[in-house]
């Protein structure tokens, strides 16, 4: 599986944006996927994690309400909607597939470690 993520840009303070984490390879549904960011000369954050199948999800407390994980196994595709995006949500978001399956927990970093698309760049501005 490889994957490529995309729809990041530039947008103000209150506004939305959805990302795509696309797939190639026909195991994709078979992957746990999440969505990670990295903050301009932060540490990595953990954001959200979707079943293979799309009906177990998991937030990081500090994203839930705003951020909405999805998946469309037919279009190998999994989303993130992101909305009432402020400033310091700028960071750049990557997706990664791996073995999480323990949806009552934050991921390990050995459940997402091998499988990482490149990342797409969000900027929000004041």
């Known amino acids: 599986v490889q994957l490529q993520a995309s729809g990041g840009g530039l947008v103000q303070a209150g506004g939305s944006l959805r990302l795509s984490c696309a797939a190639s390879?026909?195991?994709?549904?078979?992957?746990?996927v999440g969505w990670f960011r990295q903050p301009p000369g932060k540490e990595w954050e953990f954001i959200s994690a979707i079943s293979g199948t799309g009906d177990r999800t998991y937030y990081a407390d500090s994203m839930k309400g705003r951020f909405t994980i999805s998946r469309d196994n037919a279009k190998n595709t999994v989303y993130l909607q992101m909305n009432s995006l402020q400033p310091e949500d700028t960071a750049v978001y990557f997706c990664?597939?791996?073995?999480?399956?323990?949806?009552?927990?934050?991921?390990?970093?050995?459940?997402?470690?091998?499988?990482w698309g490149q990342g797409t760049e969000v900027t929000v501005s004041s």
């Open positions: 990664a597939a791996g073995t999480y399956d323990n949806f009552t927990r934050p991921p390990a970093t050995a459940e997402f470690r091998s499988i």
């Open positions: 390879g026909r195991t994709f549904s078979s992957y746990a």
